[in-house]
């Protein structure tokens, strides 16, 4: 009988009955987390929410009804079904803003991890697999990115930029770079002294191809973890320099700037940074889960 399976050719690869099996056992270790299948369905409904803003949002984010300043939530007193959640200091609404602020934020966090992705994944492997001189100068730059606080770091980094949204995106793109470097770095490290490597550089295999077709697809794992957390850290720091008015700027429908504009009203209408605040609450937490879903369902010694 013929056998089911691919003789490995020296690059890594594994029989192709096993793939099936992997995605199964991984799809049920997910689904044993709740936790983690929570978290997913809030990514999923996030991502179907920013998608279908102009959809369902009920007002335009930017419109203004003067009449109803500061309306309270319909199930208040004084609250009416035209805005649900009510309205904001100059009568836009609630609901509305939240919804597009999703679409942003998701954004935020999309090119913010995208860029420190790709330029830590690339730093990590020319750190780890040439080592010497080149590594330690690519690390010891990374040290000192991680000796400052992230928020301080991005802070510093519009400061030279110059307030915004897109340089907010390059700020935190910079704050995340570091942990993609070290982690990439580490798991190269680990990956260059297996068998399958030492089979492909005696195979005549060159160095990009054994850095970036060989060692960078069995380093995917932990690098996949580390994006969906990174998520959640982007949106936070691009909430807080929203907060400080270094991110993006009004009348643009980011959460962070929402809570600074309204700040002053906490008292009189406490709705106006509530919902912000749980928006980014809501979010973090959902990606933080599935991160966590996922470091659980990919690692083989958590999952038995």
């Known amino acids: 009988m013929a056998d089911a399976t691919v003789a490995s050719d020296g690059t890594g690869a594994e029989p192709l009955d096993a793939v099936p099996s992997r995605a199964r056992a991984f799809i049920a270790s997910y689904a044993q987390n709740r936790g983690a299948v929570a978290g997913l369905v809030l990514v999923v409904l996030l991502i179907l929410c920013a998608a279908f803003a102009d959809v369902i949002a009920p007002h335009p984010p930017n419109l203004q009804y003067r009449d109803v300043t500061l309306a309270p939530p319909a199930w208040a007193d004084g609250g009416s079904w035209r805005f649900p959640l009510g309205t904001d200091p100059v009568g836009r609404d609630m609901l509305s803003r939240l919804i597009h602020g999703t679409r942003l934020s998701l954004a935020i966090g999309l090119v913010s991890v995208a860029i420190s992705l790709s330029l830590g994944v690339l730093l990590g492997l020319l750190a780890g697999f040439f080592r010497g001189l080149l590594d330690t100068v690519i690390m010891r730059a990374m040290d000192v990115m991680l000796a400052l606080p992230s928020l301080l770091l991005a802070i510093a980094v519009v400061a030279i930029l110059g307030p915004g949204l897109v340089n907010a995106m390059y700020a935190i793109a910079i704050v995340l770079l570091p942990h993609y470097v070290r982690l990439t770095r580490a798991a190269v490290i680990a990956e260059s002294g297996r068998d399958y490597v030492t089979a492909s ?39 807080a320099l929203g907060f400080l008015g270094l991110g993006a700027q009004p009348p643009t429908p980011e959460w962070g700037s929402m809570l600074a504009s309204a700040l002053e009203f906490i008292q009189r209408a406490p709705w106006v940074v509530t919902y912000p605040g749980l928006a980014i609450l809501v979010t973090v937490l959902a990606f933080n889960l599935m991160g966590d879903g996922l470091r659980d369902a990919l690692d083989p010694k958590l999952r038995r």
């Open 201 to 239: 550089r005696i195979a005549g295999a060159g160095n990009a191809r054994l850095m970036f077709d060989t060692i960078l697809p069995n380093c995917a794992a932990p690098l996949i973890v580390q994006a969906t957390l990174g998520f959640s850290n982007a949106i936070l720091d691009a909430a």
